[in-house]
């Protein structure tokens, strides 16, 4: 019987995953907790509260170094702190003020990188710490998703990109699952799948960018996986995991809950 293996939210895009033994999956397709903050270009089209392209701020496609930052947010506390190793950047609350210092810490650190979206663009500055810490609306599809790959799936990409040491976290899912063969989760696309009590619609493959090519550990781009993806499977786009909205109420995930097709 396919099992939920690990679960993960992002509380800051394109930050430090928070592993987590149960996830909260929302009636509108979302993880309580999930993307409730983001930092923004000053010139993003939209307003703050609203969802907009994931290129229209920091994240790990344009800025690969912010794999070497560790984010912890405490959710209860409304806190947010980034560390660079053991040298702690900011920590701050989501005041007024807060948020002002922990943009000029984040952008301090940006402007030291070799690859950043700052540089020549003096109309991205100063950057926004956008999101009430609370309601999840930054992931990369304006209805949200539950993301999930298989820890299967993740053996064969790492075999045929040959780094047998490939890791989850550079593909960024809410729940990795063991039990099924290698990339039968994309066989479940138009299904409904049953997690614990969770029934959730499969509706879209997962479409990778260039975050998958920097190094969770150090920030560097060393492993060209959408590339290796396209031409060792064949694909018309690099793509690992799927994309979920969840039928009726939501409810609880937790690490070894079972998982069923309902439909």
């Not at 960018?209 to 064949?234: I, K, S, W, Y």
């Not at 799927?242 to 009726?248: F, H, I, K, P």
Request: proline share 5%; hydrophobic share 40%; with cysteine.
């Amino acid at each position: 019987m396919p099992r939920v293996v690990a679960l993960y939210r992002y509380p800051l895009k394109g930050f430090t995953p928070e592993a987590c033994t149960a996830l909260t999956v929302l009636p509108e397709g979302r993880v309580a907790g999930d993307r409730v903050l983001a930092f923004r270009f000053a010139n993003a089209p939209v307003a703050d509260d609203q969802w907009c392209r994931k290129y229209e701020g920091i994240v790990l496609a344009n800025t690969p170094g912010l794999a070497r930052l560790t984010a912890k947010f405490d959710h209860r506390e409304q806190r947010l702190r980034i560390a660079l190793g053991n040298q702690v950047l900011c920590d701050e609350a989501l005041d007024d003020a807060g948020r002002a210092r922990l943009v000029e810490a984040l952008t301090a650190y940006l402007l030291d990188l070799g690859e950043h979206p700052l540089r020549n663009h003096p109309d991205r500055l100063p950057l926004k710490l956008v999101g009430d810490g609370v309601r999840p609306r930054y992931q990369d599809n304006e209805a949200g998703q539950v993301t999930l790959h298989s820890r299967e799936t993740m053996a064969s990409a790492a075999a045929a990109l040959k780094d047998p040491k490939l890791s989850e976290h550079r593909f960024r899912h809410n729940i990795v699952i063991e039990g099924v063969e290698a990339w039968e989760e994309l066989s479940w696309l138009g299904r409904r799948v049953r997690i614990g009590a969770v029934e959730m619609d499969v509706v879209k493959p997962k479409t990778r960018c260039l975050a998958t090519h920097a190094n969770p550990e150090t920030g560097e781009r060393d492993l060209m996986v959408m590339q290796g993806l396209v031409r060792h499977f064949r694909q018309a786009q690099p793509t690992l995991g799927v994309g979920m909205l969840t039928c009726g109420a939501g409810g609880e995930v937790r690490v070894g809950d079972d998982i069923r097709l309902v439909g």
